[in-house]
């Protein structure tokens, strides 16, 4: 087997001719550690993905059209086994677009027997877990605005965390029927502090609670997070990251409608040199008919960001109105045209780059 090792075969793993005894003992000690010395079995592994492109043109308020080609490609690799006592043991990994090469950074999740399961390591942060999906544009179009607005539009932008985290996802019907519950912890990820904030620690608690209305399923979900975070020089953030939301969502029949709210602190610009308090409103709704998916959606994000101990005094804000037409031209491809309007303001002033996006794609599921 390949887990016995000779002086020959490791003279002809060194590509340099080194015989590298040391770190192969190591190796092996550390396969015979985990209980697989004699174990030539691989796990179960799936792998699923898309790939998405089209055009986008975009239309800024003071400034010259412009049209480019959109991608979104994602690859990703699934891993998993169950032991004997029925746990199963999964993580994965992606490999994306062109801009970002690939994500490495999945931990490993534990489901237990109960339904219950532990995510570990890069868990995320339970607040973020249970945000509700707001319906908007399906299409890759986006506006771009000036880069100090630090407005958000998403319920989930003060789930701050660490890479040493976990976070415990009970299962269904938790307390109480319909409830599902997550609860995350992270703490330092052992760099060294710098002149410029980062997030030490976070705590979190999110849940979700799924009951009926006659014909209308309905959804609740909340989050509650708080983040510690230090820098070298002074002065120190005066609100640390962290805050709550709520949304809810309806469906009845083919028709979704869904509204969320959230409000809190963060931090914004390179390095997290500004704090950030924030508010989001948004809503949606979605309508599906034969193979015809219809979105349309709503967010307004206001913030006032000042240095780091220094809390802003005038507002930032970003309205954004979506609406995008699906095709199910075929099993998994997808036609979509999308348009989204922003109209932006920086420290209270308007934004010229802010304005209004078509896209005309397709995308390709496996």
């Known amino acids: 087997m390949l887990l016995v090792f000779n002086e020959y075969s490791l003279t002809q793993i060194n590509s340099k001719g080194v015989i590298m005894k040391k770190e192969l003992l190591m190796g092996t000690a550390l396969v015979s550690t985990l209980g697989a010395a004699s174990v030539a079995e691989a796990v179960t592994a799936s792998y699923g993905g898309n790939h998405q492109t089209g055009m986008e043109f975009d239309s800024p308020t003071g400034g010259t059209d412009t049209n480019a080609q959109i991608n979104d490609n994602n690859f990703t690799v699934s891993l998993s086994e169950t032991t004997d006592g029925g746990m199963t043991i999964s993580s994965s990994f992606k490999v994306m677009d062109e801009n970002t090469k690939e994500d490495y950074d999945a931990g490993f999740t534990l489901a237990f027997t109960d339904g219950s399961k532990l995510d570990v390591l890069n868990a995320g942060n339970a607040s973020g877990s249970h945000a509700v999906s707001i319906p908007s544009s399906a299409g890759a179009e986006g506006v771009t605005v000036t880069s100090t607005n630090s407005a958000s539009t998403g319920l989930d932008f003060m ?77 120190a953030i005066t609100n640390d990251i962290g ?58 994000g206001t913030s006032k960001d000042g240095g780091i101990g220094t809390p802003g005094t005038t507002e930032d804000s970003k309205d954004v109105t979506s609406a995008s037409i ?19 303001a920086d420290e209270g002033t308007n934004d010229t ?6 896209y005309i794609g397709a995308n390709m599921s496996f």
């Open 159 to 235: 789930t701050a965390s660490t890479a040493l985290g976990v976070e415990y996802h009970t299962a269904s019907d938790f307390l109480a029927d319909g409830l599902s519950m997550s609860f995350s912890a992270s703490t330092d990820n052992g760099a060294n502090a710098v002149a410029t904030y980062r997030t030490d620690s976070h705590y979190a608690i999110g849940a979700t609670y799924v009951t009926s209305a006659g014909d209308t399923a309905v959804t609740i979900g909340a989050g509650i997070s708080a983040s510690e975070g230090s820098k070298t020089s002074t002065p």
């Open 243 to 300: 805050g709550i939301h709520v949304g809810v969502s309806a469906v009845t029949g083919d028709l979704t409608v869904a509204v969320g709210f959230a409000d809190g602190d963060t931090t914004s610009g390179d390095k997290n040199t500004n704090e950030v308090a924030g508010e989001v409103v948004s809503a949606g709704v979605k309508y599906v008919t034969g193979d015809l998916t219809f979105n349309v959606g709503v967010a307004n």
């Open 326 to 344: 699906s095709y199910a031209v075929a099993s998994g491809v997808t036609a979509i045209l999308g348009y989204t309007d922003v109209d932006s």
């Open 353 to 358: 780059t802010d304005g209004s996006a078509w």
